[in-house]
C-alpha cells in the first residue's frame, strides 16, 4: 500500500489557496517546534462567512496536503463551523494520513484557529461560547 494516498499527493503537488491576503481580516501563524515547520493562514470574512482563505506552509509535504485541504474545507463555510474544524476531518478528507504524519494536520487546525481568534479578537467577539 502506497504511504500517501492519492489525494495528498494531489494537494501537495496542486496546493489550493497558496499565497497572501493583503486585507485579511484574520491571520494566524503556528509552527511545530519539533519539526520546525510553519504555517500561515489568511482569512476574509464577510457576513460571517469564509469568502476566501489563502495560507502559506514552510513545511513538510503532509503539512503542505492538509494546509490546501482545510482551506477547501472552510472556505464559503460561516465562522462558527470552521470553528470546529478539527485536524481528524482534514486527515480524513485526504483520505488518512500516516500515524507519524498526523501532528501535520493539526497544524492546520490550529492555524486555521489562530485566524479565527485574530479576526474575533480584531472585532471585540467574545470566543466564550467556543471555550466555555
Ligand atoms: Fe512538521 Fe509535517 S513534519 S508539519
Redesign the pocket.
Known amino acids: 500500500m502506497a504511504l500517501y494516498s492519492e489525494k495528498v499527493m494531489d494537494h501537495f503537488r496542486n496546493p489550493r489557496n497558496v499565497g497572501v491576503i493583503e486585507d485579511a481580516d484574520g491571520i494566524g501563524e503556528v509552527g511545530?517546534a519539533k519539526?520546525g515547520?510553519i504555517m500561515k493562514m489568511y482569512l476574509k470574512i464577510e457576513d460571517d462567512i469564509i469568502q476566501d482563505v489563502k495560507f502559506e506552509t514552510f513545511?513538510?509535504g503532509?503539512?503542505i496536503a492538509s494546509s490546501s485541504m482545510a482551506t477547501e474545507l472552510i472556505k464559503g463555510k460561516p465562522v462558527s463551523e470552521a470553528m470546529q474544524l478539527t485536524n481528524k476531518a482534514v486527515a480524513e478528507a485526504l483520505d488518512g494520513l500516516p500515524a507519524y504524519?498526523m501532528?501535520?494536520s493539526v497544524?492546520a487546525e490550529e492555524a486555521i484557529r489562530s485566524a479565527l481568534e485574530d479576526y474575533y479578537r480584531r472585532n471585540g467577539l467574545s470566543l466564550c461560547k467556543e471555550t466555555t
Open positions: 511545530n519539526c515547520d513545511g513538510c503532509s503539512a504524519k501532528h501535520c497544524l
